[in-house]
Each structure stands twice: as C-alpha cells, then as structure tokens.
C-alpha cells in the first residue's frame, strides 16, 4: 500500500499528480488526512481523502508520500504521528517520498542523513544531513526519492512507481499519458 498523507494546505497537485500516475501502475493508493477526511489544499480545492491517518497508523506501508505547499508541509512537520508511520515504513525498508518543502519533515526526522536530496528554494536547511541538489529537479538515493517542486511533480509520481514496480512500468504509463 502506497499512503499519501494530507495535511491542511498541502500542494494539490504535488499529492493528486503521484496519486494518479501510481494507481495508473496498479498500485494500491490511500490519500490519508492527518487531522480528518475533509482536506483543503493550499489554493483551496478541498479533498475528501479515502481514510484518516487513526485509521492507518497502525499499517506499514510500502511506501510514504508527503506534498509539499505551504502551511502543509508544516502541519506535515508538526505531527507525532506523521513522524511515526514515517520512521515505521524506513524502518521496514520502505520507500519515503517527499516534494517542495516536505522533504524537510524527513531532514528534521535524520532520514536524509548520507542522503543526496532536493526541495523548493528556501528549504535546504532544514534538510539535515543531507547532500543537498538544490538544482535538481528530482533526485533518487535508495529508497529515498525527493523533488523540487510542483513543477516536477508527474517526474516524482513516475520515480515513485519506479521503484515500487519498475521502469518498464513506469514508461508504458508515461507513454500511454503522452507524456513526453
């Protein structure tokens, strides 16, 4: 299972570009609210999210992914039990997905730690650890994949799926969505 956590104000379509591509590969999605279903996006397009973070928590997921925008990706920052499942699911190996500013929530937990990462401008300090790629569109390392911002946004959902399927996969939708 693929989770990807919403927080009040994150990036819609850092959270619902990811969310297609993967389900496009077959991938089991769940858009998670970390406070209720009711999710209102940073430029203010509400989400009904499929389950709340108290229904998945205690899952582990093979992978986790957090939007970035603003104040998202704070409120992504500012909770216990966001930084739970995070810490469960690297813990088990899985694969931890950041974008814009929510590489940070991973930079403040120690998981970029050795890592070579990107965000939105602004935010490479708080990357802790990390080798940051502040030009980088996107970057891989491990099981560890970031990205700068919005604008990179179908690049990560493809990486994502990558990883967790294959490449080969992940270019037959990229194909199929005439993506060049």
């Known amino acids: 299972m693929v989770v990807i956590l919403l927080a009040d104000g994150f990036e819609e379509v850092e959270a619902l570009a990811p969310a297609d591509i993967l389900r496009r590969m077959g991938l089991s999605v769940v ?10 996006g940073a430029h203010g397009i509400v989400i009904t999210a ?11 997921p093979a992978m986790v992914i957090l939007p970035g925008g603003m104040p998202g990706a704070k409120n992504l920052a ?3 039990a ?7 699911t690297h813990k088990a190996g899985g694969v931890l997905g950041a974008i814009c500013a929510a590489p940070m929530v991973l930079g403040k937990l120690g998981l970029l730690q050795g890592k070579k990462a990107t965000c939105y401008p602004g935010f490479e300090e708080d990357l802790t650890g990390a080798e940051v790629l502040p030009k980088e569109k996107l970057v891989v390392d491990g099981n560890i994949v970031t990205a700068r911002s919005a604008g990179a946004a ?10 967790l399927k294959d490449e080969a996969e992940a270019k037959f939708v990229r194909r199929s969505m005439y993506i060049e």
């Open 31 to 40: 858009l998670a609210g970390i406070s209720g279903r009711q999710v209102t």
């Open 50 to 60: 499929d389950k709340t973070l108290n229904q998945i928590k205690k899952e582990t």
């Open 78 to 80: 500012a909770s216990s």
């Open 82 to 88: 966001v930084a739970d499942l995070l810490l469960k």
């Open 154 to 163: 179908m690049d990560f959902g493809f990486a994502l799926g990558a990883l």
